[in-house]
DNA sequence: GACGATACGGAACGCACGCCCCGGTTGGCA
DNA sequence: TGCCAACCGGGGCGTGCGTTCCGTATCGTC
């Protein structure tokens, strides 16, 4: 590869990094394109598609993070509520988390899988309450990451989903 | 007004109904047209815009819901749990809810008057945690909402908002 | 039954956006 | 330094959608 198309794509790459993050998948891509200092035919000749670019802007950073998830914990609940934390505080800095589990069926797949494991111990010890499935709680979150930018509290909303998990309502 | 004329727009709004509950605003203003049995251009004699159209459809009728939030009640906790929960009924079948607080200010303005009143007579009562404001409540409410039809169950979803609510988290 | 106003349908416009193409330029090897 | 392959920029195409325009059909009155 010559040393100008490196340097382009890593400009393409820092571009939409600072873009999928700011505003989600939603940006135009002729603004990666600017913000690049590079033609839009640029960015096309370095990733066939719209999609590559924002996957391989974001799959292995949220993938890293569901991997995290499988670290063996000794208190479920903790470990749960932990990797929660971590995801809202993620989503809270960056749009594109939320666009990520979307779009990307294998992140999908994978947190579905990371979410049900943490979910399923944290019940079997009595700290979650056991109606909710791992599907439920991959699409809260998911609702919950694209509200965060909505003029809430973000860390009161992520408490009242957890202290929602541990019980049931009183009477 | 000519009765062909007066026919039309019900066709027109009756087609509305369905294709915005159904798919939320979202929805090519071309299908609703079709829908009806009539031209785009039929659609915009009667409507100036795709969202007065909207409006019309759903304005009075979400309206109605947030005023009835106002009728006086003696458990302050019940209402407001009563009043989210008929949001969430409402919702789960009708998809331009969520759709109609985004798009239309007077809305979004009421329901947070209404949420705002309902959520400080339940905090002063005690029932509700102190540190969620109205807008906290109203942004998650939009979320859940929006979240409703992903293939989680709602009713879960709606029970663990509401006994997050309630208390702070254990330690 | 004829005529004018009213309303209709759908083709067409403008815009935004993802994506492609081509004439010109630049980098690196001989 | 010269040459060719690789690469660049940006104009342009196709599509989807909201909106508008206009020739035609229909309604309701005289």
């Known amino acids: ?62 993938a890293a993070m569901i991997a995290s998830a499988a670290e063996p914990a000794e208190d479920p609940e903790q470990a749960l509520f932990a990797f929660l934390r971590r995801m809202a505080d993620e989503a809270a800095v960056k749009r594109d988390l939320s ?26 010890a009595g700290a979650v309450r056991t109606d909710v499935t ?12 694209q509200s965060m930018h909505e003029g809430a509290n973000p860390a009161v909303l992520l408490e009242i989903v957890l202290s929602g998990l541990q019980s049931s309502r009183k009477p």
């Open 99 to 124: 666009d990520a589990i979307t779009i990307s069926p294998d992140l999908r797949k994978g947190l579905h899988a990371a979410l049900g494991g943490l979910l399923q111990r944290a019940q079997e």
């Open 1 to 62: 590869m010559r040393a100008d198309a490196a340097r382009n794509r890593e400009k393409v790459l820092e571009a939409a990094r600072e873009l999928f993050a700011e505003h989600g998948y939603e940006v135009p891509l002729d603004e990666i394109a600017t913000r690049a200092g590079v033609g839009p035919g640029t960015v096309y000749r370095h990733f066939p598609t719209k999609q590559a670019l924002f996957q391989a802007v974001t799959e292995t950073r949220v």
């Open 134 to 145: 791992a599907t439920d709680l991959v699409v809260l979150m998911k609702g919950m990451l």
